[in-house]
């Protein structure tokens, strides 16, 4: 899974947020490029 090696990266926090500030951050990494990707199961 390219840098992190053969594992996914492990999430080491979590943070409850509201809908709006989700939807501005998801926007936020959009714009820097991000992509949403969808499970190949």
């Known amino acids: 899974m390219g840098i ?5 990266p492990l999430m080491k926090t979590r943070k409850k947020i509201v809908i709006e500030e989700a939807r501005l951050l998801l ?5 820097e ?4 990707k969808y499970p190949r199961w």
């Open 33 to 36: 490029g991000w992509q949403k």
């Open 27 to 31: 926007q936020k990494l959009v714009d």
């Open 4 to 8: 992190h090696g053969e594992y996914p």
